[in-house]
């Protein structure tokens, strides 16, 4: 029998090519091509002005300068803004930019002017040569400043507001009228941004003699990539291809497509026939690319004696930055998602999605998620401290409970579907994360840590988490001669590890070994029917298509096999890529039985004669039977009715420096119920990766903007991504697999998980240490000084010694 | 992200280095690298000239003795951090030195390099202005020591002459009755500090008879206070003469708290220190 593979910690097998330095990135391609031209690209350094004038007149003495482009040079489509990706219909003032600046610059890093010119120093030299004149106009920098709308990004949207929109499931405003209890809190989060290892890039190479376009690019979604630039640049879809290498992370910010460099790089080789490319650098990543998360929230909840929302009212503005090309999702999950695990009796939210002279937004990792938890973690938390109850207490108490799946929560969700939870146990999630991170003992340790004049907190959070957002998936399988296996699936790969994943669900579903199976990704050639890796879709959605798509291509190995065996179909079995009937010693290879799919006319090798139209087939018949087709191939799609609900809750023990406010975490312990895993080791490096995120985004990153729209820490010296040292050393998790009813493998989505709770479970352990409300992250020492001395009746000389 | 177009040499003698630094306009000296290769990359420097001086010989040198420690202009921040002979002859250098950035770059970058660099965000500029050490300095016109209170002029600014390279820098050892100790907070390990502190101080029988504290990053150059009169409010004193200032990872106020905590701490630790040293 094959070792069952699903459920197994196989080791990845990317791995081995990654840590010896053998990845393949897009600036890697073509290094050799003498012909490869390179690009850079004049950014706005103004948050908001008028473009009078660009002259690029000196640019082409530059020695080695090809071709510079701005928008005066664009025609057609390419003169068009970029497209607005999801025209949600609530988006009823949606704006995207232009691939070069059309009269305007929205934001500091705005694309303005393109340069190509044989190596990137030269482009870098050329740039500094453009002069523009600009008429300043005041910028707008966030919420407050887009809400009060002195001055108008965008002159058609006087308001500054994007969209408008309100879903409710009851009659919340009367349920917290009438509630015997009532809080209102406000909580803001501040923005940050995904940092992959790699930026973005694209290399481009047109074919003149076959008139093919070949792009390469680090994108989410190379089938996304492969439509824009075909209509942008007037080609058949079927004249270029698409192929995403090895990515360096993406984390949201590379499903935004067309980036304009994506369209520019292949207009550059169209016209000047040589292959360019477009390597982002750091400064470009910060201030051109994407961010997320800036959201402020205003809270109204009514319950009851033992904790029990009654009416949930939230309100809350979304900086979506200057343009709007991913449209509303991040609104749209963190009103929806904000519910987690819990039921509240009615529910109301609004949210006005704003604009602001700042970099672009999409969904980061979580998506809308991390403030949506903590929005209503610190409303769980809010309630416990009001009632002196147990904060697990209270969550309890809200609860959806495992006999009440599937769960309608009256809303609709992202994907414009109804939002109905499949599946999860949050009472028995609980009560492994109380065990985990020691809760009922947490007390004692205060005690024990307060004697030696130690400070420590406890907070946890909890999320559900909608993975496995539709359209579809799709995955082609072929067994070839030798008996190994090749599997496609569309979506595009950035580390999660899918070319292990995915071959052991071949692996299993075909009775193939694993070593014999290779997965292929991102590549239009293979599979040009995808939508992309994004949304921790990827297991749910390529993984059951490639696991329906080895269904069928072990269908047709069988009906072959038990005609050569002259068996029933029912009788034979697959393992180690032999099928045989059942108790017997009868057998053939799948490879010959690929080999017999394949009627054959010329003979290129021993396995072929076998195949060739004098030694298979009936002599009556057509060689290959109507309704059938040659070659051992399975390809099939995925396409579920609705999203599945993973869920999750993590706690943290911190302790506060009494003196220096300083933050460390002391344990941090992760449950997750993602249904049935894979492969455990690698959910539990997303865990890792998510929670060492989350650290970030919670204690040290923020995007650090001026009021005038300058980015100030536009580099990896003062954008505080976490070193090792500031992640835990281990993080404690436990797994609980409630399967999704939704998709034959019961699984459910992984990658954003680890992300999602933690500026709200580090908000309530930092909280619980110092007594007094968070209700803002991140924070920063210096934040939490500043707010101990707002909170102390003492001045701020007396504090430390008070404290020691 | 690519630095404007320079000319680079990499001459073989230090003759040769000063000849081309005197002959050429804009000609900056490389030696790690570690500060200066991001100003060019971000295009805030644009230099005509390197001369990079990791070609020459004889500058990688650490010699401790009685006396003190010469490090050479190439020594590395990781060897001379490795060097127990440096740590035997003045303690704080290894102390200070472990707050500096990370393995890959004190892999890479100079102590000397750090010093004329002149941030007063950096620990070695303080740690030489505060043990009262020296530059050697080398130019065409010939060698002169500079010492640290002449070194630093202003924010990244030392008094060198643009022609001129720091050969080797004199940090004095810990005397007999001395003691010193070193405390910063930083965002992360590795970062510059929001606040560093350092401690120098002169014992008799145990007695403290001189203090004095050294400060990274609450003004503008690197500043040493001597609180030899104020020992029961070091950082009262110390205030007075800093100027802690706000950026995008902390407020001036935070920066003056940790002032106050520190200084109190770091002294305490230095005068432990020389009790220690001398059993007293
Ligand atoms: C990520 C990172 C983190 C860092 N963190 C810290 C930190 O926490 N604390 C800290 O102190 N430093 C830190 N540094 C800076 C590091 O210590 C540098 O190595 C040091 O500041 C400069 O030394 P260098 O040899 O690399 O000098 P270079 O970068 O080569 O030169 C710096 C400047 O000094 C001049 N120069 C160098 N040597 C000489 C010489 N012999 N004569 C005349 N002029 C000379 C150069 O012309 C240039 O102007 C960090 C650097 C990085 C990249």
Same mark, same amino acid.
């Given at each position: 029998?094959?070792?069952?593979?699903?459920?197994?910690?196989?080791?990845?097998?990317?791995?081995?090519?990654?840590?010896?330095?053998?990845?393949?990135?897009?600036?890697?391609?073509?290094?050799?091509?003498?012909?490869?031209?390179?690009?850079?690209?004049?950014?706005?350094?103004?948050?908001?002005?008028?473009?009078?004038?660009?002259?690029?007149?000196?640019?082409?003495?530059?020695?080695?300068? !090809?071709?510079?482009?701005?928008?005066?040079?664009?025609?057609?489509?390419?003169?068009?803004?970029?497209?607005?990706?999801?025209?949600?219909?609530?988006?009823?003032?949606?704006?995207?930019?232009?691939?070069?600046?059309? #009269?305007?610059?929205?934001?500091?890093?705005?694309?303005?002017?393109?340069?190509?010119?044989?190596?990137?120093?030269?482009?870098?030299?050329?740039?500094?040569?453009?002069?523009?004149?600009?008429?300043?106009?005041?910028?707008? !920098?966030?919420?407050?400043?887009?809400?009060?709308?002195?001055?108008?990004?965008?002159?058609?949207?006087?308001?500054?507001?994007?969209?408008?929109?309100?879903?409710e499931n009851g009659d919340a405003r009367a349920a917290i009228a009438a509630a015997p209890h009532t809080l209102s809190l406000d909580l803001d989060i501040e923005r940050s941004a995904c940092t992959p290892m790699e930026g973005r890039g694209t290399v481009a190479r047109w074919d003149p003699d076959t008139s093919r376009l070949t792009v390469w690019s680090s994108t989410q979604t190379s089938t996304g990539v492969r439509g824009?630039?075909?209509?942008?640049?007037?080609?058949?879809?079927?004249?270029?291809?698409?192929?995403?290498?090895?990515?360096?992370?993406?984390?949201?910010?590379?499903?935004?497509?067309?980036?304009?460099?994506?369209?520019? !790089?292949?207009?550059?080789?169209?016209?000047?026939?040589?292959?360019?490319?477009?390597? $982002?650098?750091?400064?470009?990543?910060?201030?051109?690319?994407?961010?997320?998360?800036?959201?402020?929230?205003?809270?109204?909840?009514?319950?009851?004696?033992?904790?029990?929302?009654?009416?949930?009212?939230?309100?809350?503005?979304?900086?979506?930055?200057?343009?709007?090309?991913?449209?509303?999702?991040?609104?749209?999950?963190?009103?929806?998602?904000?519910?987690?695990?819990?039921?509240?009796?009615?529910?109301?939210?609004?949210?006005?999605?704003?604009?602001?002279?700042?970099?672009?937004?999409?969904?980061?990792?979580?998506?809308?998620?991390?403030?949506?938890?903590?929005?209503?973690?610190?409303?769980?938390? *809010?309630?416990?401290?009001?009632?002196?109850?147990?904060?697990?207490?209270?969550?309890? *108490?809200?609860?959806?409970?495992?006999?009440?799946?599937?769960?309608?929560?009256?809303?609709?969700?992202?994907?414009?579907?109804?939002?109905?939870?499949?599946?999860?146990?949050?009472?028995?999630?609980?009560?492994?994360?109380?065990?985990?991170?020691?809760?009922?003992?947490?007390?004692?340790?205060?005690?024990?840590?307060?004697?030696?004049?130690?400070? !420590?907190?406890?907070?946890?959070?909890?999320?559900?988490?909608?993975?496995?957002?539709?359209?579809?998936?799709?995955?082609?399988?072929?067994?070839?001669?030798?008996?190994?296996?090749?599997?496609?699936?569309?979506?595009?790969?950035?580390?999660?590890?899918?070319?292990?994943?995915?071959?052991?669900?071949?692996?299993?579903?075909?009775?193939?070994?694993?070593?014999?199976?290779?997965?292929?990704?991102?590549?239009?050639?293979?599979?040009?029917?995808?939508?992309?890796?994004?949304?921790?879709?990827?297991?749910?959605?390529?993984?059951?298509?490639?696991?329906?798509?080895?269904?069928?291509?072990?269908?047709?190995?069988?009906?072959?096999?038990?005609?050569?065996?002259?068996?029933?179909?029912?009788?034979?079995?697959?393992?180690?890529?032999?099928?045989?009937?059942?108790?017997?010693?009868?057998?053939?290879?799948?490879?010959?039985?690929?080999?017999?799919?394949?009627?054959?006319?010329?003979?290129?090798?021993?396995?072929?004669?076998?195949?060739?139209?004098?030694?298979? #087939?009936?002599?009556?018949?057509?060689?290959?039977?109507?309704?059938? $087709?040659?070659?051992?191939?399975?390809?099939?799609?995925?396409?579920?009715?609705?999203?599945?609900?993973?869920?999750?809750?993590?706690?943290?023990?911190?302790?506060?420096?009494?003196?220096?406010?300083?933050?460390?975490?002391?344990?941090? *312990?992760?449950?997750?119920?993602?249904?049935?895993?894979?492969?455990?080791?690698?959910?539990?490096?997303?865990?890792?990766?998510?929670?060492?995120?989350?650290?970030?985004?919670?204690?040290?990153?923020?995007?650090?903007?001026?009021?005038?729209?300058?980015?100030?820490?536009?580099?990896?010296?003062?954008?505080?991504?976490?070193?090792?040292?500031?992640?835990?050393?281990?993080?404690?998790?436990?797994?609980? $697999?409630?399967?999704?009813?939704?998709?034959?493998?019961?699984?459910?989505? *992984?990658?954003?998980?680890?992300?999602?709770?933690?500026?709200?479970?580090?908000?309530?352990?930092?909280?619980?240490?110092?007594?007094?409300?968070?209700?803002?992250?991140?924070?920063?020492?210096?934040?939490?000084?500043?707010?101990?001395?707002?909170?102390?009746?003492?001045?701020?000389?007396?504090?430390?010694?008070?404290?020691? | 992200?690519?630095?404007?177009?320079?000319?680079?040499?990499?001459?073989?003698?230090?003759?040769?280095?000063?000849?081309? &630094?005197?002959?050429?306009?804009?000609?900056?000296?490389?030696?790690?690298?570690?500060?200066?290769?991001?100003?060019?990359?971000?295009?805030?420097?644009?230099?005509?000239?390197?001369?990079?001086?990791?070609?020459?010989?004889?500058?990688?040198?650490?010699?401790?003795?009685?006396?003190?420690?010469?490090?050479?202009?190439?020594?590395?921040?990781?060897?001379? &951090?490795?060097?127990?002979?440096?740590?035997?002859?003045?303690?704080?250098?290894?102390?200070?030195?472990?707050?500096?950035?990370?393995?890959?770059?004190?892999?890479?970058?100079?102590?000397?390099?750090?010093?004329?660099?002149?941030?007063?965000?950096?620990?070695?500029?303080?740690?030489?202005?505060?043990?009262?050490?020296?530059?050697?300095?080398?130019?065409?016109?010939?060698?002169?020591?500079?010492?640290?209170?002449?070194?630093?002029?202003?924010?990244?600014?030392?008094?060198?002459?643009?022609?001129?390279?720091?050969?080797?820098?004199?940090?004095?050892?810990?005397?007999?009755?001395?003691?010193?100790?070193?405390?910063?907070?930083?965002?992360?390990?590795?970062?510059?500090?929001?606040?560093?502190?350092?401690?120098?101080?002169?014992?008799?029988?145990?007695?403290?008879?001189?203090?004095?504290?050294?400060?990274?990053?609450?003004?503008?150059?690197?500043?040493?206070?001597?609180?030899?009169?104020? &020992?029961?409010?070091?950082?009262?004193?110390?205030?007075?003469?800093?100027?802690?200032?706000?950026?995008?990872?902390?407020?001036?106020?935070?920066?003056?708290?940790?002032?106050?905590?520190?200084?109190?701490?770091?002294?305490?630790?230095?005068?432990?220190?020389?009790?220690?040293?001398?059993?007293?």
């Amino acid at each position: 029998m094959t070792t069952k593979m699903f459920g197994a910690k196989v080791p990845r097998v990317e791995d081995q090519r990654f840590l010896r330095g053998q990845g393949r990135y897009v600036d890697d391609l073509l290094t050799d091509d003498p012909r490869l031209l390179h690009s850079a690209v004049l950014r706005s350094p103004h948050a908001h002005a008028r473009i009078l004038d660009i002259d690029v007149s000196d640019v082409l003495d530059v020695e080695g300068v !090809v071709a510079v482009w701005t928008w005066d040079d664009l025609t057609g489509p390419m003169a068009e803004p970029l497209p607005l990706l999801i025209p949600h219909p609530t988006l009823t003032h949606g704006r995207t930019q232009y691939a070069l600046a059309k #009269g305007e610059v929205n934001y500091v890093g705005e694309a303005i002017a393109f340069v190509v010119a044989v190596d990137r120093y030269v482009a870098e030299d050329a740039v500094s040569r453009i002069r523009v004149d600009y008429e300043y106009l005041e910028p707008v !920098v966030g919420i407050p400043a887009a809400r009060a709308a002195r001055t108008a990004v965008h002159p058609d949207v006087p308001d500054n507001v994007g969209a408008r929109m309100t879903q409710e499931n009851g009659d919340a405003r009367a349920a917290i009228a009438a509630a015997p209890h009532t809080l209102s809190l406000d909580l803001d989060i501040e923005r940050s941004a995904c940092t992959p290892m790699e930026g973005r890039g694209t290399v481009a190479r047109w074919d003149p003699d076959t008139s093919r376009l070949t792009v390469w690019s680090s994108t989410q979604t190379s089938t996304g990539v492969r439509g824009c630039v075909a209509a942008k640049l007037g080609l058949d879809l079927a004249k270029v291809d698409v192929i995403t290498p090895d990515v360096g992370g993406g984390f949201g910010v590379k499903v935004v497509h067309p980036w304009p460099e994506e369209l520019l !790089v292949p207009l550059a080789s169209m016209t000047l026939g040589r292959p360019v490319k477009f390597t $982002e650098d750091r400064r470009e990543h910060f201030i051109s690319s994407a961010h997320e998360r800036a959201q402020e929230h205003h809270v109204e909840v009514g319950f009851d004696d033992d904790g029990r929302v009654l009416g949930l009212d939230v309100e809350f503005w979304h900086d979506h930055g200057a343009y709007t090309p991913y449209g509303l999702i991040v609104p749209i999950i963190t009103s929806t998602q904000l519910l987690g695990p819990y039921k509240p009796q009615s529910y109301r939210v609004t949210f006005e999605s704003v604009y602001t002279n700042t970099v672009i937004v999409t969904p980061y990792r979580g998506a809308g998620r991390p403030q949506g938890c903590f929005v209503m973690e610190r409303t769980m938390d *809010a309630i416990a401290a009001y009632l002196g109850k147990d904060r697990t207490e209270v969550r309890s *108490a809200n609860f959806i409970q495992p006999d009440e799946f599937p769960y309608e929560h009256g809303l609709v969700f992202q994907d414009g579907r109804e939002l109905t939870y499949d599946s999860g146990d949050y009472p028995a999630s609980l009560a492994k994360l109380k065990e985990l991170v020691g809760w009922d003992e947490f007390e004692d340790f205060r005690a024990e840590m307060a004697a030696q004049g130690r400070r !420590v907190g406890i907070g946890l959070a909890c999320y559900v988490e909608g993975t496995g957002v539709g359209p579809y998936e799709g995955a082609h399988v072929h067994i070839e001669t030798s008996g190994k296996v090749k599997a496609s699936i569309g979506l595009t790969t950035q580390g999660q590890g899918h070319q292990t994943a995915f071959a052991q669900i071949v692996a299993d579903t075909l009775g193939v070994r694993f070593e014999d199976v290779e997965v292929v990704t991102g590549d239009t050639r293979k599979m040009p029917y995808s939508v992309g890796t994004f949304a921790s879709r990827a297991a749910v959605m390529s993984g059951s298509a490639v696991h329906l798509a080895a269904l069928r291509a072990k269908e047709k190995a069988l009906r072959i096999a038990a005609e050569a065996l002259e068996a029933a179909e029912d009788d034979l079995e697959i393992a180690d890529g032999v099928v045989s009937v059942k108790g017997t010693d009868a057998s053939i290879d799948l490879g010959t039985v690929a080999v017999l799919s394949n009627p054959l006319r010329y003979a290129f090798d021993e396995a072929s004669k076998a195949a060739t139209q004098f030694r298979v #087939g009936d002599p009556g018949k057509p060689p290959v039977a109507e309704g059938d $087709e040659p070659g051992l191939e399975g390809k099939d799609f995925y396409s579920p009715p609705r999203s599945t609900f993973a869920n999750g809750m993590h706690a943290v023990i911190v302790e506060t420096d009494p003196d220096t406010a300083e933050i460390t975490i002391l344990k941090y *312990a992760v449950v997750h119920d993602c249904g049935h895993l894979i492969n455990p080791m690698i959910v539990e490096g997303q865990i890792h990766g998510g929670v060492a995120q989350g650290v970030g985004g919670a204690l040290y990153e923020r995007m650090a903007y001026d009021e005038s729209g300058q980015l100030l820490n536009a580099s990896f010296m003062d954008f505080l991504m976490p070193y090792v040292t500031e992640v835990p050393t281990t993080i404690d998790i436990d797994h609980l $697999e409630t399967p999704s009813p939704l998709n034959p493998l019961g699984i459910k989505g *992984a990658g954003e998980a680890g992300v999602i709770p933690s500026a709200a479970v580090f908000a309530a352990a930092i909280e619980d240490a110092e007594g007094f409300p968070i209700t803002a992250m991140p924070i920063s020492p210096s934040e939490l000084f500043a707010l101990r001395l707002e909170h102390a009746d003492l001045p701020a000389e007396a504090l430390s010694e008070e404290t020691r | 992200m690519k630095p404007a177009p320079f000319a680079y040499l990499r001459p073989s003698t230090l003759e040769e280095a000063l000849a081309a &630094l005197a002959d050429t306009q804009g000609a900056k000296v490389l030696a790690g690298g570690q500060s200066l290769v991001p100003l060019l990359s971000m295009r805030l420097a644009a230099p005509s000239t390197l001369v990079d001086i990791n070609g020459l010989p004889d500058l990688d040198g650490i010699a401790a003795d009685a006396a003190g420690v010469r490090i050479g202009a190439l020594a590395r921040h990781a060897d001379v &951090l490795a060097s127990a002979e440096a740590s035997a002859s003045q303690p704080l250098i290894g102390m200070a030195l472990s707050h500096v950035a990370h393995p890959t770059i004190r892999n890479r970058g100079t102590t000397v390099g750090s010093i004329v660099h002149a941030d007063a965000a950096a620990e070695m500029p303080m740690v030489l202005r505060l043990l009262d050490g020296t530059v050697d300095v080398a130019s065409v016109r010939g060698r002169r020591t500079v010492p640290a209170a002449d070194l630093f002029a202003g924010p990244l600014e030392s008094t060198l002459a643009h022609d001129e390279v720091a050969v080797e820098a004199f940090f004095p050892a810990l005397a007999p009755g001395g003691g010193v100790a070193f405390s910063e907070v930083a965002r992360r390990h590795g970062d510059y500090a929001l606040v560093g502190v350092a401690a120098l101080v002169d014992t008799e029988g145990g007695e403290v008879t001189r203090a004095r504290i050294g400060f990274v990053s609450v003004s503008d150059v690197p500043t040493v206070v001597d609180v030899s009169d104020a &020992l029961d409010d070091p950082a009262g004193a110390a205030l007075a003469e800093l100027e802690p200032a706000d950026d995008i990872h902390a407020t001036a106020a935070y920066r003056a708290h940790l002032v106050k905590v520190l200084t109190p701490r770091v002294l305490a630790d230095a005068i432990h220190h020389a009790r220690e040293r001398t059993g007293a």
